[in-house]
């Protein structure tokens, strides 16, 4: 229907209304300085990623990364401690320094003069009609809609209704990085990435770390890193594996977590790392027109547009399948071409997305898991290569790491890689390449220079390593030596 027949009010109508400032806020460029906009934040700009997400967390383990490092450096020769650690320095540094001044210049720079097209509207928002949304409180609110609304509103984290019920003070990553005092331990329920990115952060920064998973930990790796990197978190952790959160207690010595084997596990600290989930269903969508998936996940075609909703795209953990920064931030590129050229429309870009865990190990991967690619039929070659067989992971005195590439035994096609240890989000970036570019990997290995001794050498074994029914390698090529 044609917006101003709605029997709302509107108090300003946009070309463009953009809900969240995460991805959505880098659509708004110059080629969009014509058109009126408006951006609803009720948080602060810059979404979770820049708030409580990929970067403060990643500050984080680097910080982590470097205490762990220097109490096993006894291996090298080395005789090393760390006296202290100074976490409200930590906390100033990343958060009062770095992200907290970020966030604000992002909201002054839409406020301000540079882009004078936008409005910012700082209140939660729902859906009163077609492409027309409520915002504001009681008083204050403001009628707006517009002829395209982007709604790139994230997500959330999800609690377990055990842990909701119980009133027990719990923390999630949108918090836990803020606290005041570094805690003596920490109990986290959950086995996803999150979960054990913070497992290494607190660990390595002197907590004892208690974690519950009602399976395994990162059960959706390829067996290969799977098993060894279970092995190598219950060596450092109190992990207690295949238990169900049943109910909790707050108590004089921090939370006690119930667990359905009538055992418990108790904590300064209480942190819920189990997942995220989209936060569609706090925008009254219905009242849009908006079809969703379940509750809160809005459903969109192949180029980002509502099933259902006229002139409504959405994008990042709203909709996507995948819920990463890398993919909102290319979700966001093709939704600003669509908007842009609604007669050229682009797909939203879902082919071999890439993914990391930094915890320690670190993990990451890209394509089919081994399992995967036999389900797929492919007749499928793998190779399993350690870090300690080059020179570099003798350097390091490396005894746990490793790379696995899954490939296509007739064709020469990369399906999968996989790699946990040092570098493993750095180092997988040549086999993105492979995939992106549909390369044949028996021809990638000996094209090529590899510097000797660098750690990518990890990666040319490995693919030196697969075995085809038509090897493509010429005559000399062979795996290099250590030294």
């Known amino acids: 229907m044609d917006i101003t027949a709605s029997k709302t009010t509107v108090?300003?109508?946009?070309?463009?209304?953009?809900?969240g400032t995460g991805s959505g806020n880098s659509i708004p460029g110059p080629e969009f300085e014509d058109r009126s906009i408006a951006i609803i934040e009720e948080a602060s700009f810059g979404g979770t990623c820049l708030n409580a997400g990929c970067i403060p967390s990643k500050m984080?383990?680097?910080?982590?990364?470097?205490?762990?490092?220097?109490?096993?450096?006894?291996?090298?020769?080395?005789?090393?401690?760390?006296?202290?650690?100074?976490?409200?320095?930590?906390?100033?540094?990343?958060?009062?320094?770095?992200?907290?001044?970020?966030?604000?210049?992002?909201?002054?720079?839409?406020?301000?003069?540079?882009?004078?097209?936008?409005?910012?509207?700082?209140?939660?928002?729902?859906?009163?009609?077609?492409?027309?949304?409520?915002?504001?409180?009681?008083g204050r609110q403001r009628i707006i809609s517009g002829d395209q609304v982007v709604i790139a509103a994230g997500s959330r984290p999800s609690i377990p209704e055990a842990i909701a019920a119980s009133g027990v003070r719990y923390h999630t990553n949108e918090d836990i990085m803020r606290l005041q005092q570094l805690p003596k331990s920490l109990v986290i329920v959950g086995g996803g990435y999150i979960a054990m990115e913070f497992a290494h952060v607190f660990d390595a920064l002197g907590a004892e770390v208690t974690i519950i998973t009602r399976s395994t930990l990162l059960r959706n790796l390829d067996n290969d890193l799977h098993a060894p990197f279970n092995h190598l978190a219950a060596?450092?952790?109190?992990?207690?594996?295949?238990?169900?959160?049943?109910?909790a207690e707050q108590t004089d010595k921090g939370i006690t977590v119930r667990l359905d084997d009538g055992t418990s596990a108790t904590g300064e600290v209480l942190l819920v790392a189990t997942g995220r989930i989209p936060n569609g269903d706090l925008l009254d969508l219905p009242a849009g027109g908006i079809e969703t998936i379940g509750s809160g996940r809005i459903k969109v075609d192949e180029y980002g547009r509502s099933t259902t909703a006229a002139g409504v795209w959405a994008l990042g953990d709203i909709s996507s399948p995948y819920m990463l920064k890398h993919v909102a931030n290319a979700e966001m590129r093709a939704v600003r071409h669509n908007l842009l050229n609604p007669e050229n429309l682009q797909g939203m870009p879902h082919d071999h997305v890439p993914a990391a865990t930094f915890t320690h190990p670190q993990i990451a991967t890209v394509g089919m898991t081994e399992a995967q690619a036999r389900e797929?039929?492919?007749?499928?070659?793998?190779?399993?290569?350690?870090?300690?067989?080059?020179?570099?992971?003798?350097?390091?005195?490396?005894?746990?790491?490793?790379?696995?590439?899954?490939?296509?035994?007739?064709?020469?096609?990369?399906?999968?890689?996989?790699?946990?240890?040092?570098?493993?989000?750095?180092?997988?970036?040549?086999?993105?390449?492979?995939?992106?570019?549909?390369?044949?990997?028996?021809h990638f290995a000996a094209k090529q220079y590899w510097i000797h001794p660098a750690l990518p050498e990890v990666t040319e074994n490995a693919l030196l390593g697969l075995a085809f029914n038509q090897p493509d390698h010429p005559k000399n090529a062979s795996a290099h030596a250590p030294m």
């Open 11 to 19: 108090d300003r109508h946009y070309d463009l209304v953009i809900i």
């Open 60 to 138: 984080y383990v680097h910080t982590a990364d470097t205490a762990l490092h220097t109490r096993r450096s006894g291996r090298l020769g080395l005789e090393a401690e760390i006296n202290s650690v100074d976490w409200p320095g930590i906390v100033s540094r990343i958060f009062e320094n770095r992200v907290d001044p970020i966030a604000a210049a992002g909201e002054e720079y839409r406020r301000g003069p540079r882009t004078p097209n936008i409005d910012v509207y700082d209140q939660h928002a729902v859906f009163v009609g077609e492409r027309t949304l409520r915002t504001g409180q009681a």
């Open 235 to 247: 060596d450092r952790f109190d992990v207690r594996f295949g238990r169900t959160t049943v109910g």
């Open 376 to 442: 797929n039929g492919h007749n499928v070659t793998t190779k399993v290569q350690e870090y300690g067989d080059v020179a570099y992971g003798w350097a390091m005195e490396d005894t746990t790491s490793i790379c696995k590439l899954v490939a296509d035994k007739d064709t020469g096609k990369l399906l999968g890689a996989h790699y946990m240890g040092p570098q493993a989000s750095t180092l997988i970036q040549q086999m993105i390449t492979v995939l992106a570019f549909d390369l044949d990997v028996r």
